[in-house]
């Protein structure tokens, strides 16, 4: 799951994207919601949430899933007018609220910063950016060798050690 804004791995990440909000639906004050988590079932369970730049804090007075998108009311968002005066803003909950993710998967937060080491104990540095494929993510190192590009796969990636701080990986032949 992204952050909450563009992440270099300096600073700490206290909100998640778990959406954006498309306008109104209906003219009660309900929003259509981009889901953008890997976790659409959050939303059943979401009480709170914060919304645009500012972060400004709704209560959810209800929520549901409709045709791929959430259908959210916020408290104090009353009609349609209201409703569509959030269109655009992105929707968030607190790191703490994340829904944990299943095993041998990780948020990119926890990814980011991370030094990658080979089996063989070089070290090639830290995880900068992962950029999004079609097949697979891959974790871009900066480090002595300049930039390497790490496909996220069982083939390389043998370990990640969170509490360690590593990753260990196996390049494929070439790859370096």
Not at 61 to 79: C, H, N, Q, T
Not at 96 to 123: D, M
Request: with cysteine; hydrophobic share 45%; charged share 25%.
């Amino acid at each position: 799951m992204r952050p909450a804004k563009p992440f270099t791995g300096t600073e700490p990440v206290r909100f998640l994207e778990i959406g954006r909000i498309l306008g109104p639906y209906g003219l009660g004050g309900e929003v259509r919601v981009a889901i953008v988590t890997d976790f659409p079932e959050r939303f059943a369970s979401l009480k709170r949430a914060r919304v645009g730049e500012r972060l400004r804090p709704y209560e959810v007075e209800s929520a549901r899933l409709l045709r791929g998108e959430a259908i959210l009311k916020l408290r104090g968002v009353e009609d349609a007018a209201a409703a569509q005066a959030l269109r655009g803003e992105v929707l968030r909950v607190p790191v703490a609220e994340a829904v944990p993710p299943p095993e041998e998967h990780y948020y990119w937060h926890q990814i980011i910063g991370l030094e990658v080491v080979t089996t063989e104990g070089e070290c090639l540095g830290r995880i900068a950016e992962i950029l999004l494929t079609g097949a697979n993510d891959v974790y871009v190192v900066q480090g002595p060798r300049g930039e390497v590009l790490i496909p996220a796969i069982e083939d390389v990636v043998k370990e990640i050690d969170l509490e360690a701080g590593r990753v260990v990986v196996q390049p494929l032949p070439g790859m370096l």
